[in-house]
């Protein structure tokens, strides 16, 4: 059972190498950013309200992603372990799952970061935009992606970094590569998925 953490700035690569990992230690991915898009695209009251955020740029307030996030992690199967994408983004996320966690007397056993510098991703981003069209991926709306991770969410690195949980990969590479660092960056911690 392994529960973990994926954290870097929009365009690092995190969903790509989110699944392979997860398929790796055969536990569920879970994005909010895809849980949100699918109740976008289901026009849920959920998709309706959150597509307002994030078609500017924002984060869709901590109250509506807590609360979905604790609903998922209630599924079954989670139990067996996960690897969050997207989760969490600003200090109120990092308490509720904290929360969460105790309340189910587990705790996180890594945080891999995905580092990227800004040239790359706003690159990487705008030639998603050119082949997915997603609509929070034009030029205006990535800068302000950026700017709210590195308000919001670059901080919470050092407050992972404190309790000894992350692990830094460059997500400058292949995908093959990146993953393959970030596999050896886990096995190093002795996170290998075997049981
Ligand atoms: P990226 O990391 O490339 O920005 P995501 O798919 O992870 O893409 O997120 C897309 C959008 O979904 C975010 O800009 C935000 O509006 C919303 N979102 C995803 N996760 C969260 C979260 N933990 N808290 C608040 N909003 C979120």
């Known amino acids: 059972m392994t529960r973990l953490v994926i954290i870097g700035p929009p365009g690092a690569g995190k ?4 699944r392979g990992i997860a398929d790796r ?26 597509k307002r955020y994030m078609d500017a740029g924002q984060y869709v307030p901590d109250d509506l992603t807590n609360a979905l996030v604790r609903s998922r992690l209630g599924e079954p199967d989670a139990s067996r372990g996960f690897l969050l994408d997207g ?23 890594a945080v891999i970061e995905l580092e990227a510098d800004q040239e790359v991703v706003i690159q990487r981003l705008l030639g998603r935009a050119a082949e997915q069209g997603r609509s929070d991926d034009t030029e205006d709306v990535i800068r302000t992606r950026l ?6 969410t670059a901080g919470l690195i050092d407050a992972y970094g404190e309790r000894g949980l992350i692990v830094a990969v460059n997500g400058i ?13 886990l096995a190093a911690r002795g996170l290998t998925g075997e049981v």
């Open 15 to 18: 969903g790509t190498q989110a």
């Open 25 to 50: 230690f055969g536990i569920p991915a879970i994005s909010t950013g895809d849980i949100f898009r699918e109740n976008v695209a289901n026009k849920t009251d959920l998709g309706l309200e959150a």
């Open 87 to 109: 989760y969490p983004r600003t200090t109120d996320q990092v308490r509720e799952l904290d929360e969460i966690l105790a309340d189910n007397g587990v705790s996180l056993d």
């Open 147 to 152: 700017q709210v991770y590195a308000k919001q």
């Open 173 to 185: 590479g292949s995908v093959a590569e990146v993953g393959e660092n970030i596999l050896a960056g």
